[in-house]
């Protein structure tokens, strides 16, 4: 993946002038935002639960160690096996070695980043296993060879007339010209593909240390099938999903769905303690949970990062966030996007890979306002965005470092322009004197540049006037506007 500044802004560019993306864009967020609004502001005791989600989730990870172990035993007592991944490829590994070892031509997968994060379908293919996607937004991006748009609408970018074209092209469908008739298009044969699945494949929303269980939470049906259809159910976890007990369970749910969707609970919650007993009809008869490691312990070693962990991936920060409500979520160049992927991406991957990232926000604060268990996300893309800096800029390292251990926010520069630059606006904003000074030189500049024929793009910063206007200051300036109506 290469998602350094040229390649970002080139991927911006293509996403804000294709008409069908923006479209979607511009429905779709203001959409989830508004129903996140509604499902809370009906909801009195809401504010308290979020502030019970972050506690418990702060709490779970400053002893992450212990609580993961507490799962794995738990887990193993219920009659399942667990797993350790450090990283994508042993994971990978892992989860293709056991589909091989039951002999399964035929795999059946709900709705997982985790999934898409280490990369399993490529992986699974390659042996020779079908791999079907069985979340309908999932199967049409799997279909589109495509990766997810959004966290949890994957296919959220694509028309009605894009998904017609896509059907009679991949499945030979007749032309379907209505969501429905295209529902059930994809449903007729998604039920076939349960029934002759060997192996379920799914993410956990939440692992509880206490009984082994795993929540997963949908909207469609199509995890619940995946995991008592099949004879095998593989779940693959990253390792932050761990919680303590079923009443942490209870806050979890009662928040995840109103952030997400809106709704005060999702039309699904399976909850899975192991495979099936001896008296039970359904269910799998072999159940493996995969903890996968995958650099989340490089951002839990990390003080200013380690709240990132606490995500519980509902998406609300991407619904809010002006940046990804115009470059979409191919643009930020890997699974994770919107402001949570901004600063977990680079962890995971490498901050020299994903450098640009982190810069893209405006750093309004609105994704930490709506994240349900409180991320400071602002506060991380700034950590971020120092340490990209300090990488690329030995002398700003030590500068750096003594800002990490005093939790400090501002990015150091040591750029002399920008240090030059910033002495003299505090100088000038010292000054009452100095103050009216710059503003009358500012507008004697708009006029200069206003006759010759449009406002200026100050040489200095090309680099960030590329994709942003600067705007044209006011004809008027506020004190002289109050002075005349005072008169
Ligand atoms: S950071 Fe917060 S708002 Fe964003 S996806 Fe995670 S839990 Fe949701």
């Not at 007990?245 to 709704?263: E, H, P």
Request: hydrophobic fraction near 40%; include cysteine.
């Amino acid at each position: 993946m290469d998602v350094t500044s040229h390649r970002f802004a080139e991927k911006v560019r293509k996403a804000i002038a294709d008409p069908q993306i923006q479209r979607a864009l511009e429905t779709a967020g203001p959409r989830f935002d508004l129903a996140r609004r509604a499902a809370f502001s009906s909801f009195p005791e809401g504010e308290a639960l979020r502030d019970l989600g972050r506690d418990i989730k702060a709490r779970t990870l400053a002893e992450l160690d212990q609580q993961l172990a507490r799962l794995a035993n738990s887990v193993e007592r219920v009659g399942g096996e667990v797993h350790w991944a450090s990283d994508a490829a042993e994971a990978r590994r892992i989860v293709v070695d056991l589909a091989e070892g039951y002999g399964a031509k035929r795999v059946v997968k709900s709705k997982s980043m985790t999934t898409e994060e280490i990369g399993l379908n490529q992986a699974l293919e390659g042996a020779g296993i079908e791999t079907i996607e069985t979340d309908l937004g999932e199967y049409i991006i799997q279909l589109a060879g495509e990766a997810p748009f959004h966290i949890i609408a994957p296919a959220l970018h694509k028309s009605r007339e894009e998904v017609t074209e896509l059907f009679i092209e991949k499945l030979g469908s007749r032309r379907l010209e209505s969501r429905e008739e295209l529902t059930q298009e994809a449903r007729k044969i998604l039920r076939d593909a349960f029934r002759g699945a060997d192996l379920g494949i799914t993410g956990v929303n939440f692992a509880v240390a206490d009984t082994g269980t795993i929540a997963v939470v949908e909207n469609e049906g199509n995890a619940r099938l995946s995991t008592s259809l099949p004879k095998v159910h593989i779940a693959v976890m990253g390792m932050e999903k761990v919680i303590p007990d079923m009443s942490s369970l209870s806050v979890f749910l009662k928040i995840l769905a109103r952030s997400a969707t809106g709704q005060k609970m999702s039309s699904y919650v399976s909850c899975i303690t192991g495979p099936r007993r001896q008296d039970e009809e359904d269910g799998p008869e072999a159940f493996h949970l995969v903890i996968l490691d995958n650099g989340r312990s490089r951002l839990l070693a990390d003080p200013e990062l380690r709240e990132a962990l606490r995500c519980i991936r509902c998406g609300a920060c991407l619904n809010i966030c002006p940046v990804y409500r115009h470059a979409g979520g191919h643009s930020y160049g890997w699974v994770y996007s919107g402001p949570i992927g901004a600063v977990i991406t680079p962890s995971f991957v490498g901050r020299e890979q994903a450098s640009a990232l982190p810069f893209a926000s405006s750093l309004c604060g609105a994704c930490r306002d709506v994240c349900p268990v409180r991320i400071d996300l602002p506060r991380m893309l700034l950590a971020q965005r120092r340490k990209i800096i300090a990488d690329s800029d030995p002398a700003c390292k030590e500068e750096s470092s003594r800002m990490s251990s005093a939790q400090a926010a501002p990015a150091p520069s040591s750029r002399r322009a920008e240090r030059l630059a910033m002495k003299l606006f505090t100088a000038t904003m010292a000054s009452p004197r100095r103050y009216r000074w710059a503003g009358a030189m500012l507008q004697l500049a708009s006029r200069f540049f206003r006759r010759r024929g449009g406002w200026w793009r100050p040489p200095l910063i090309t680099g960030w006037t590329q994709l942003r206007d600067v705007p044209e200051p006011a004809r008027q300036s506020f004190r002289q506007r109050w002075a005349s109506r005072a008169r």
